[in-house]
């Protein structure tokens, strides 16, 4: 009996490459379908919207935007005249209290120069602190000097103040020299022959809390000298008139 060869082996291999090529086929006619969808609603929907309703929708639209900027015109509008009322009503308030504090000077002034005015001779008749905007320790001063014991003679001399208060709970009283370091350490000068208004300005010292200023002028042997004291909350004012205190 002869002998028979075995047959050949069977080698069975995956088709990858037509799979693959039939799942992109089945992609690609999902796209061109859902692309074929899509332009058939598009005419759909323009076959079936009347031509005036776009129009309605566009002058909608056109109106929306128009009244919107005109909602923040009349905002902007009104913050500007919250803005001038507020700057008016301030104005108003610092107009009335210049005039307050002019007829309070008016009225001094009428007191030196009437004929049955007191013969005080040489005094420290008034003071007035005014705060600075820009610094919560930084005062302008403004002293008033009278003589009208000896009617048209020249006083003249130097005037100092002194502030008196609390720093690390103990009362201290800080000097001119310590107040006013770039003034002349005599004090400032002044001239005059019924009145003078001397200006000048004080700088407290960190953690100092005043209660009251002590004003001392020196007019020489002819006038002699006057002191007064005042009062923290009686003469700080954001109008500069003039205030009375005690004198001595």
Same mark, same amino acid.
């Given at each position: 009996?002869?002998?028979?060869?075995?047959?050949?082996?069977?080698?069975?291999?995956?088709?990858?490459?037509?799979?693959?090529?039939?799942?992109?086929?089945?992609?690609?006619?999902?796209?061109?379908?859902?692309?074929?969808?899509?332009?058939?609603?598009?005419?759909?929907?323009?076959?079936?919207?009347?031509?005036?309703?776009?129009?309605?929708?566009?002058?909608?639209?056109?109106?929306?935007?128009?009244?919107?900027?005109?909602?923040?015109?009349?905002?902007?509008?009104?913050?500007?005249?919250?803005?001038?009322?507020?700057?008016?009503?301030?104005?108003?308030?610092?107009?009335?209290?210049?005039?307050?504090?002019?007829?309070?000077?008016?009225?001094?002034?009428?007191?030196?120069?009437?004929?049955?005015?007191?013969?005080?001779?040489?005094? *420290?008749? /008034?003071?007035?602190?005014?705060?600075?905007?820009?610094? +919560? =320790?930084? $005062?302008?001063?403004?002293?008033? #000097? @009278?003589?009208?014991?000896?009617?048209?003679?020249?006083?003249?001399?130097?005037?100092?103040?002194?502030?008196?208060?609390?720093?690390?709970?103990?009362?201290?009283?800080?000097?001119?020299?310590?107040?006013?370091?770039?003034?002349?350490?005599?004090?400032?000068?002044?001239?005059?022959?019924?009145?003078?208004?001397?200006?000048?300005?004080?700088?407290?010292?960190?953690?100092?809390?005043?209660?009251?200023?002590? *004003?001392? /002028?020196?007019?020489?042997?002819?006038?002699?000298?006057? +002191? =007064?004291? $005042?009062?923290?909350?009686?003469? #700080? @004012?954001?109008?500069?008139?003039?205030?009375?205190?005690?004198?001595?």
């Amino acid at each position: 009996m002869a002998h028979v060869p075995p047959p050949p082996a069977l080698v069975i291999r995956p088709h990858q490459e037509r799979s693959r090529w039939r799942e992109w086929t089945t992609i690609g006619l999902f796209w061109f379908a859902s692309i074929l969808v899509a332009v058939a609603l598009t005419w759909a929907l323009r076959e079936n919207v009347p031509a005036d309703g776009v129009a309605q929708l566009r002058r909608a639209l056109e109106q929306n935007a128009t009244l919107q900027q005109r909602v923040a015109v009349l905002e902007r509008a009104q913050q500007v005249g919250n803005a001038a009322n507020a700057d008016l009503q301030r104005q108003i308030g610092e107009r009335q209290a210049e005039i307050a504090g002019l007829r309070a000077d008016l009225a001094f002034y009428s007191s030196l120069t009437r004929a049955d005015a007191k013969r005080e001779g040489f005094s *420290v008749q /008034a003071l007035s602190l005014v705060a600075a905007r820009d610094n +919560s =320790r930084l $005062f302008n001063f403004s002293v008033t #000097l @009278t003589q009208n014991l000896k009617p048209g003679q020249i006083a003249s001399g130097q005037v100092r103040l002194s502030v008196s208060g609390t720093r690390a709970d103990k009362l201290v009283t800080i000097d001119w020299t310590d107040l006013a370091a770039n003034a002349d350490a005599k004090g400032i000068g002044f001239s005059f022959k019924y009145f003078q208004q001397i200006k000048g300005t004080l700088l407290l010292p960190e953690g100092f809390v005043p209660n009251g200023v002590r *004003v001392e /002028a020196d007019a020489g042997s002819e006038f002699g000298k006057s +002191s =007064r004291d $005042f009062t923290w909350g009686e003469i #700080l @004012t954001t109008s500069g008139g003039t205030h009375a205190g005690e004198s001595k």
